[in-house]
């Protein structure tokens, strides 16, 4: 086994380092693990927000901006949440209700609607490398994963308690037994990326598990555990052997995909109706057995073949005989060894093919047998039985087995091996116990780490700043005690996040204008202190949304199977993208857009979105000529700029001042000024001769209200298309 | 406490590190750290400065996708002949394959072997033009890689890994060194078939930003996206556009002088702009006479699809382009699994003339002495056959050449056994060649770091060492 030596090899080179160590002091006192205690609060008359920054201020000496202008906080506030930004209608009522709770009112409006959950439900999506296929060469649909996606909009949507959102996710198979939504959320384990067709499914199976070892670290506890998967972290105290403690909760995972969500009763209907069809069918599906029968073994023989003997083994084994790693193995490798009818019908050929396809039509006439196919989900669940024991291993080879673990936790918190609870019958009880120690209120990381990203989302920067690295070279908390009172009360009132939503945004640290100030900048150019909020660009999807909202073309349709809007001429699909998709559906919110591994949506991918095969806590914020050319060239966006136009024309008539405050109103949320007017006024001169003097047909809106020239409706798509091209449009401000 | 960076920074405390930083000991350190504590933002693609002088402006990988047999081009093994027809002797012990050929009979290459040039070079009949480059060419013939499947080896190639994710060695580049021609991308990547397995993973950022990502170039006049404006928009309407923009954000970026990331938007449309007429300029090959595109052999149907290619990239790299990756036989060409004899020849034939020519044109204008070209697969193949006729994924011991810049030429370095199994004398991991590359584009890979998920992260991760033996 010359792979086995090599990994062996690499592996020595860390063998001298793996010896036992105590923890340092550094490492004792290491902030991240301490109680998380109640604050109190250093100044009395603000919020409790407000008062710990406004302390860090006064000791810097720092002046904070004051507030930003209502349209500026409206905007703010609404793309920050729903990531979409505030109609015309919705910038007047604000600005006309002069009562002290118009902003509180606005927050809750925001917090209440549909959109905050496909805003807020991307955030988590990106810490879970939510994708919609496999990854790897083939790339394969998962068909049934974005079930996993409406859960955790939905989960945004109620206001889910955090503590449940992550008990269900973890295990949620075990400790909700029945649930339907519990076992869509095992699908946050599901989503590593695989290669279902790998040969040496050991070392698949030890990659899986790094993979979920590591997500659920940085995710859950804001830790990098994967430094510590080849040795003992560097800086943290993370154990090499902490690292396969945590592995080994999940040792007994397999991917379940086709978990049913039917309830009991509509299950037995099912089976029920399914004997009737089988029955009816017997005859017909003999027959289709035996013609396909020599291609069907072929094709099993070819793929077994090619599996080395210790996995043919446990295929091979007797159920009662396999070990638990033989389970493992078996659940593996069985999808490379099964193959629907269909798929065996591609290998034959003439009279076997024609005889298939005979019979094949012959069985479709007994559909009306068939009961309707119950929903399912791709799940990540446990099997008692196959539970293999869980070992550290040398420099983290699947092969270089050092000595036995069993579940634990941080060993400087709690050295002591697991206590199992009780768990339902078939289960081991571990995730329970995981996922109840997480979510235990003493649990000094969990509430620190969730509180944190949320900062983080609504600032674009944690208090700190590295919210998935809470770790001794992570960032320090610039507020401290301000983190630790939020985490503190989020657990005592019931980890509800819209409430801690609620609690930022309306502090003035969260309302505080983004303009430059010369004495605080210089004083603190980084923002550590707070003195002003920091303007951002939107994210790759909510600049699409936007655009989508703004022209009138957003179908704001919820859930369901992922979607796919035409693609760019020239994206190579390797046939992975659907292309048939109809104009409806292709308008829909970015959340629901097919995220396929190898093909990234081009838009998304131009503008930071992460790749999916790691959990992403910060997206990159960065400018390029690709960005550019997207919003500049792209159909699409001229497309939208299209819709804008049209819509602008519907709402303005004719007169170019009113078309331009209207285009004003439904992009920045603002009446442009005479000196707006007059720029845009300009364009229209130096424009529209422009135009006439192109050969092309204008592009003009699908519908010309009466009277309007169309060379003035075709500079007027280029008006719209110049103001989604704008920062003030692209920035969070 | 000066000591080369692992990918872990070894001091005891975060004030040891500042002390150490603050002395300048641990500048580029400090550099990746505040990256991390403020997520990159605003124009990456600066030029920056190397690590040391280099000897190479770009490079011009040549990928021979799906795996070309070593022991069929550059690694004669005389011993295969003698033990054609028997089992593999059970001193080279157990292997897991891709296909599970272990046991099958050891199969003796189809193609005579010469040597070629003053170095006396061996390369087998299949790459005759090539050949007549022998005395430029330094051939790595013990190279070895982690992956058994395509996938993951044409990902490690790219990566350092054969799990997708990390940055491939093309966006480390730019990362490294920023670009050197603000109308082009730094980083293209062109294939002439099928989309090369993986595909954008093999030229993805990674965890770096998207900026530093591979752009592959499609054949035609517009070879990135997005590169034609929409609705036929002429440039006199877009200029008009874009200076309406231009008057927009100005007005926007009033008192916000502070955001360089403003200004720089401001300018990436202005990039993006030049790049629409440099695109297709740089791709355009009616500049260039018949004679160039005859040595490229693109006068034969045969050899155009890789002779354009290969013309492109010396384009390409002309313009300060510095990196270029054109994948032959892409989407796993060269997987001969059976009838290598038919297979290994369409490619070879695709390939020889176009990657001769390229050197000839190179050498002529002189761009051979500031351009790295390496020829080169995700692994080679197994001494025993494979369905009669075909061989096997071998990634424990395989052949690559290089040329050009910083190279000493000439040579053969390193071997496999005596049936081209494993690698023996001089092994040399992917992690090795990605090191030897970056050196000699002037960078230290165990200063080029990215502080990643609490790791400074660089691009050979735990492994890498300089193979000093291909360094003139």
């Not at chain 1, 955030?123 to 296929?133: E, F, K, T, V």
């Not at chain 1, 649930?179 to 946050?188: C, I, K, M, S």
């Not at chain 1, 555990?225 to 560097?234: L, N, W």
């Not at chain 2, 010469?114 to 390369?123: A, F, R």
């Amino acid at each position: 086994m010359r792979a086995t030596l090599i990994l062996i090899s690499v592996a020595s080179a860390f063998a001298a380092e793996s010896a036992p160590k105590a923890f340092t002091a550094i490492q004792k006192r290491w902030w991240a693990i301490q109680p998380v205690r109640e604050q109190t609060p250093p100044v009395a008359t603000l919020s409790r927000i407000d008062a710990f920054v406004h302390a860090k201020l006064q000791g810097k000496g720092i002046t904070p901006n004051p507030s930003a202008d209502p349209v500026t906080l409206l905007r703010r506030a609404t793309l920050d949440l729903t990531g979409l930004p505030p109609t015309p209608e919705e910038t007047q009522a604000f600005l006309s209700d002069r009562s002290p709770e118009a902003f509180a009112k606005v927050v809750d409006r925001l917090l209440a609607s549909p959109r905050y959950g496909e805003r807020w439900g991307r955030h988590w999506l990106d810490l879970a490398r939510y994708a919609d296929s496999e990854g790897f060469k083939a790339d394969e649909t998962r068909p049934n994963i974005w079930r996993y996606r409406d859960y955790v909009i939905q989960s945004f949507n109620e206001d889910k308690p955090y503590n449940r959102f992550v008990q269900e996710q973890l295990a949620g198979d075990e400790m909700f037994p029945g649930d339907a939504q519990a076992l869509v959320a095992t699908g946050f384990n599901r989503h590593f990326p695989d290669e279902y067709n790998a040969r040496n499914l050991y070392q698949r199976r030890q990659e899986l598990l790094n993979d979920i070892t590591d997500v659920v670290g940085s995710t859950f506890m804001g830790l990098t555990f994967g430094c510590a998967r080849c040795h003992d972290h560097k800086f943290d105290p993370i154990l090499h052997k902490d690292y396969y403690r945590l592995q080994s909760f999940f040792a007994g995972l397999h991917i379940d995909d086709q978990a049913t969500l039917a309830s009991p009763k509509a299950q037995q209907e099912y089976q029920a109706q399914l004997k009737v069809w089988e029955k009816a069918t017997f005859d017909v599906r003999k027959e289709i057995a035996s013609v396909l029968k020599i291609q069907r073994d072929f094709r099993v023989k070819e793929n077994f073949d090619k599996f080395p003997e210790e996995i043919q083994a446990s295929v091979t084994c007797a159920p009662e005989k396999r070990t638990p790693m033989q389970w493992q193995m078996y659940y593996k490798a069985m999808p490379q060894l099964t193959f629907d009818d269909a798929e065996v019908a591609k290998g034959i050929r003439g009279d076997v093919k024609a005889a298939y396809q005979k019979l094949a039509a012959k069985l479709k006439t007994f559909d009306h047998l068939k009961p309707a196919e119950l929903p399912i989900t791709q799940a990540m669940v446990e099997d008692v039985a196959a539970i293999p024991s869980t070992h550290v291993l040398r420099g983290g080879a699947y092969d270089a087995v050092d000595e036995e673990v069993q579940p634990g936790f941080l060993s400087i918190l709690d050295p002591s091996d697991l206590r199992l609870p009780a768990a339902p019958a078939g289960k081991s009880g571990r995730r329970t116990a995981l996922a109840k120690w997480l979510t235990d209120p003493a649990n000094p990381l969990t509430a620190r780490v969730i509180v944190n990203r949320v900062w983080h989302y609504h600032f674009g920067q944690g208090l700190v700043a590295t919210p998935s690295d809470f770790g001794l070279m992570g960032a320090r908390p610039t507020h401290k005690e301000l983190l630790d009172d939020l985490s503190y009360r989020f657990v005592r009132d019931g980890w509800s996040i819209k409430r801690l939503h609620r609690e930022i945004m309306l502090s003035e640290t969260y309302r505080r204008s983004s303009d430059f100030a010369a004495a605080a900048g210089q004083a603190d150019p980084e923002n550590a202190t707070l003195w002003r909020y920091n303007r951002r660009r939107l994210e790759g999807e909510s600049i699409r949304d936007s655009m989508l909202a703004v022209s009138g073309l957003l179908n704001t349709k919820m859930n369901g199977p992922g979607v796919f809007p035409p693609l760019p001429a020239g994206v190579e699909t390797r046939g992975g993208w659907k292309r048939d998709e109809s104009l409806e559906e292709a308008r829909r919110r970015s959340i629901y857009i097919f995220v396929r591994r190898n093909t990234r949506y081009p838009m998304f991918e131009a503008f930071d979105m992460p790749d999916t095969h790691e959990s992403c806590a910060r997206r990159n914020q960065t400018v390029t000529p690709s960005q550019a050319l997207e919003l500049m060239n792209s159909e699409m966006v001229l497309d939208w700029s299209k819709g804008l136009a049209a819509r602008v024309l519907n709402d303005a008539g004719l007169s170019r001042e009113a078309m331009v405050d209207r285009a004003y109103r439904l992009v920045y949320a603002r009446p442009a000024s005479d000196d707006e007017k007059r720029l845009a006024s300009d364009f229209f001169t130096r424009h529209q001769p422009i135009l006439a003097a192109r050969s092309a047909p204008l592009v003009v809106p699908d519908k010309l209200p009466s009277g309007i020239q169309p060379i003035e409706a075709a500079v007027l798509v280029d008006l719209c298309h110049a103001l989604f091209n704008s920062n003030e449009f692209l920035y969070i401000n | 406490m000066l000591q080369k960076l692992q990918h872990h920074w070894p001091v005891r405390s975060r004030r040891e590190f500042f002390t150490a930083a603050g002395s300048g000991l641990a500048g580029m350190a400090l550099s990746s750290l505040m990256a991390e504590a403020a997520p990159r933002r605003g124009d990456l693609l600066a030029a920056r400065p190397p690590h040391h002088a280099a000897k190479a402006k770009s490079i011009i990988f040549l990928f021979m996708e799906g795996g070309p047999s070593h022991i069929d081009l550059f690694d004669p093994k005389p011993k295969l002949k003698e033990l054609h027809g028997q089992p593999m002797p059970a001193s080279y012990g157990k292997l897991i394959t891709a296909m599970g050929t272990a046991n099958n009979s050891i199969m003796a290459s189809p193609r005579e072997f010469k040597q070629h040039g003053q170095s006396g070079l061996w390369v087998s009949d299949w790459y005759p033009h090539i050949a007549q480059h022998a005395d430029e060419l330094a051939v790595l013939r013990s190279c070895w890689a982690n992956g058994l499947n395509h996938v993951g080896s044409v990902c490690q190639m790219n990566t350092g890994d054969i799990l997708a994710g990390r940055p491939s060695l093309g966006a480390w580049t730019t990362y490294g060194l920023g670009t050197a021609n603000r109308n082009l991308p730094s980083f293209v990547v062109m294939q002439d078939d099928k989309e090369p397995l993986g595909g954008t993973k093999n030229w993805s950022a990674g965890f770096l930003p998207a900026t530093y990502q591979g752009t592959q170039f499609r054949t035609g006049d517009t070879p990135i996206l997005n590169l034609k404006p929409g609705g036929n928009a002429t440039s006199e309407q877009q200029l008009s556009k874009l200076s309406y923009v231009k008057a927009l954000n100005a007005r926007f970026g009033e008192g916000k002088d502070d955001d360089t990331e403003l200004d720089a938007r401001v300018r990436s449309f202005e990039l993006a702009y030049q790049m629409q007429s440099a695109g297709p300029e740089a791709v355009d090959l009616t500049q260039e006479s018949e004679a160039t595109k005859r040595l490229y052999g693109m006068d034969d149907p045969a050899t155009l699809p890789y002779g354009r290619n290969c013309l492109q990239a010396r384009r390409l790299v002309e313009r300060g382009v510095r990196f270029v990756e054109l994948y032959c036989g892409s989407g796993s060409g060269w997987d001969a699994h059976q009838n290598i004899e038919a297979n290994h020849a369409k490619w070879c034939r695709a390939s020889d003339k176009p990657i001769a020519g390229l050197l000839t044109d190179l050498k002529a204008r002189g761009l051979l002495d500031e351009t790295l070209v390496v020829w080169g697969g995700e692994f080679g193949r197994t001494p025993f056959n494979e369905k009669g006729d075909g061989r096997d994924h071998n990634p424990w011991g395989f052949s690559m050449f290089f040329a050009g810049a910083g190279i000493k030429p000439g040579q053969a370095i390193g071997t496999t056994d005596e049936i081209g199994l494993r690698a023996v004398e001089r092994p040399a991991h992917v992690h090795d060649i990605h090191a030897t590359m970056l050196h000699l584009l002037g960078m230290d890979h165990l200063q080029l770091t990215y502080q990643h998920n609490g790791r400074a992260e660089r691009p050979t991760i735990v492994g890498g060492s300089l193979i000093h033996e291909l360094l003139a």
